[in-house]
């Protein structure tokens, strides 16, 4: 083949890859835009959604168009790992129900941080795109959960003892969804990017309250920290931080006065109460904490098996799950899916821990630390719209060591002589 022929053949590649990545990126931001209310959609409609985001990272590693993440192997291990849970943890149900688990495991764990991270650095807007799409049908959500909170129901779904569930289907799943929304709010603005900044300061005000309405304090949590994480990444003045909180604070007294307000509405102060146990009403976090007593005598009659990865073998207490993603992987998986998951979580923090002292990723560390804070108090475990946010921000790392920026010392004058500097 002669030199211009392979010129001729390259250039064909390379438009063929510039048409398809148009495509790909329609793709991700109409996945996307399910992700906040996925729980509320009809069964089929789910199953194709879930399917296609599986079928597209597969078509994409496939395709030859993924990229190599940050510390590729972290990944690949944990996915590997999901498959032997899926051998090994057969016993009881049987490789038939645990092996469809241990495969999309595999996908989400050792595919997919390749397949986005490919589609990442082919198309420099796709997370912003993709950031759009989720945030629009995330605000949307939000809004529904105000709504709840003043004892109208929509869609047939209302408020619980206080708590909105708004278009997510769980205030759990809302909560953590509008944490995100939050931060990618709070990064806009932080970094003045070029959006509207009423309509992000809107969004980012619905989805707070949206946060608030959920009284799940795992999310306000996991939300509080984000935050704090990508302002102090941002170096916003503290002065600036705590005038938002006063009008914040603000904000939420005014609504208050309005008694249909108060009378649905549970400050985080009444939840801490509830969940507690020091109400009448049944106190969550004793719910929690005997799904972590059972899952742990299993763990110590059994280490290495697990009980079943398929959704069969999934409670622990009466229906309840295990709330919180280490355990109940290894409850499930044995120590093979403990392995992996370990593998994952101390992969998120040492990258935090760097982020924090280079102050640079504010975006992807935040939303790791809100995504993986909240699955050690819920019931993440295999989810397809709980892992993609987790991936997303993981595909948006350098795989460049991070390193603190350092601030060059002031030039000294040089010294004059003969008149000359």
């Known amino acids: ?171 759990n799943v809302l909560g953590v969804m509008g944490a995100i929304a939050v931060l990618l709010c709070t990064h806009v603005l932080a970094v003045r990017a070029p959006f509207p900044r009423l309509l992000v300061i809107g969004a980012l005000a619905v989805n707070a309250a949206g946060v608030l309405s959920t009284g799940s304090l795992s999310s306000m949590f996991a939300c509080v920290f984000g935050v704090l994480f990508v302002l102090s990444s941002h170096r916003i003045p503290i002065t600036r931080v705590l005038w938002v909180v006063v009008a914040g604070a603000l904000a939420l007294w005014a609504a208050l006065q309005n008694p249909n307000v108060a009378q649905y509405f549970r400050s985080p102060a009444d939840r801490f109460f509830q969940v507690t146990g020091q109400t009448d009403d049944i106190s969550t976090l004793d719910i929690r904490m005997n799904t972590y007593r059972v899952a742990w005598e299993r763990i110590q009659i059994d280490p290495f098996m697990g009980k079943g990865i398929d959704p069969g073998q999934s409670a622990a207490f009466g229906n309840t799950m295990v709330h919180n993603v280490f355990l109940h992987a290894w409850y499930q998986g044995g120590i093979a899916l403990a392995a992996g998951i370990a593998a994952v979580l101390l992969a998120a923090v040492v990258f935090v821990l760097q982020a924090l002292r280079a102050r640079e990723f504010a975006l992807a560390a935040g939303i790791l630390i809100t995504i993986l804070s909240y699955a050690l108090t819920s019931a993440f475990f295999d989810q397809v719209y709980y892992w993609l946010p987790v991936v997303a921000a993981w595909a948006s790392l350098s795989t460049s060591p991070i390193r603190a920026k350092k601030i060059a010392p002031p030039s000294m004058p040089r010294p004059v002589r003969n008149g000359r500097p």
């Not at 595999?106 to 993709?130: C, E, M, N, T, W």
């Open 1 to 171: 083949m002669t030199t211009q022929t392979r010129h001729i053949q390259t250039s064909v590649n390379s438009g063929d890859r510039v048409s398809i990545q148009p495509v790909i990126t329609v793709l991700w931001v109409i996945l996307a835009l399910p992700i906040p209310v996925y729980r509320i959609i009809p069964g089929t409609l789910a199953n194709v959604w879930t399917y296609g985001a599986l079928g597209l990272v597969i078509l994409l590693i496939l395709l030859g168009r993924g990229g190599k993440p940050k510390w590729p192997g972290v990944w690949v291990f944990a996915g590997l790992c999901a498959l032997a849970a899926g051998v090994v943890s057969s016993g009881t149900s049987g490789l038939a129900k645990t092996m469809p688990i241990g495969i999309q495991l595999f996908i989400l764990l050792s595919l997919a941080p390749f397949a986005v991270r490919g589609s990442v650095v082919r198309d420099s807007k796709l997370l912003a795109r993709v950031s759009v799409s989720f945030t629009l049908a995330q605000t949307v959500s939000a809004l529904v959960g105000i709504v709840q909170l003043l004892g109208v129901p929509v869609l047939g779904y209302a408020a619980v003892y206080g708590r909105s569930p708004g278009l997510a289907g769980h205030p």
